[in-house]
């Protein structure tokens, strides 16, 4: 089996390594932010093809290519918004249009959280049986200082459940739009609040 790489230590980066299971719950619950995100932006995919298919579903593979071609997050949910906006056929009333782009500006929302999280480096000291990780703000990295204070696997989690719930809302949608407004239309989902910080410091 091969050794895994250890983190060098230097004068300022001692830490634990990544690979220290201090760090294993931090690693799944980003992990399941970033499977969460990408489920998301597919099910918004069918969401788009959906509304510019109006019932044919033989341009289903056509409308897919044109989305995978927009390589931004946030475009592809503008483009959607745009595309709702304008697909009258599509809907039985303007507030079902509005849902959409209540959808989309919540994702919008949550992105921003979602970058913080996934691009902010952590840090891990401590003894085996009170480790302690926390987002390195000494080096003024703008997004690991957002997370000052806070609790991030809380944080995480909670990012997690509320894209987890704009998915699900996504995929009632979608399901709707395809019976042509044969159901009911979906509510909108309640997301989860965001958690009281932590009191603990944050490491540099």
């Known amino acids: 089996m091969a050794k895994r790489a250890k983190r060098v230590h230097g004068e300022w980066a001692h830490s634990l390594p990544f690979t220290d299971k201090a760090f294993r719950p931090y690693a799944l619950a980003l992990g399941e932010i970033a499977l969460?995100?990408?489920d998301l932006h597919v099910s918004l995919s069918f969401v788009f093809s959906t509304i510019l298919g109006v019932g044919n579903f033989n341009n289903v593979g056509l409308l897919q290519a044109i989305w995978q071609q927009i390589t931004s997050d946030r475009m592809q949910r503008n483009v959607l918004?745009?595309?709702a906006e304008e697909a009258t056929l599509a809907f039985a009333s303007r507030e079902q249009f509005e849902d959409i782009r209540w959808l989309c500006?919540?994702?919008?929302?949550?992105?921003?959280?979602?970058?913080?999280?996934?691009?902010?480096?952590?840090?891990?000291v401590g003894k085996k049986e009170r480790p302690y990780i926390a987002p390195v703000t000494g080096l003024g990295h703008l997004r690991a200082t957002k997370l000052y204070g806070k609790d991030l696997l809380a944080e995480?989690?909670?990012?997690?459940?509320?894209?987890t719930a704009l998915r699900n809302y996504a995929m009632q949608i979608d399901e709707c739009l395809q019976r042509r407004h044969s159901g009911n239309w979906p509510k909108r989902p309640k997301l989860p609040p965001r958690p009281s910080a932590t009191a603990r410091p944050t490491a540099t």
């Open 105 to 124: 500006d919540q994702a919008t929302r949550l992105e921003d959280f979602r970058n913080d999280a996934l691009h902010s480096p952590l840090w891990g």
């Open 36 to 38: 969460a995100w990408n």
């Open 81 to 83: 918004v745009a595309v």
């Open 156 to 163: 995480y989690r909670r990012c997690r459940d509320a894209i």
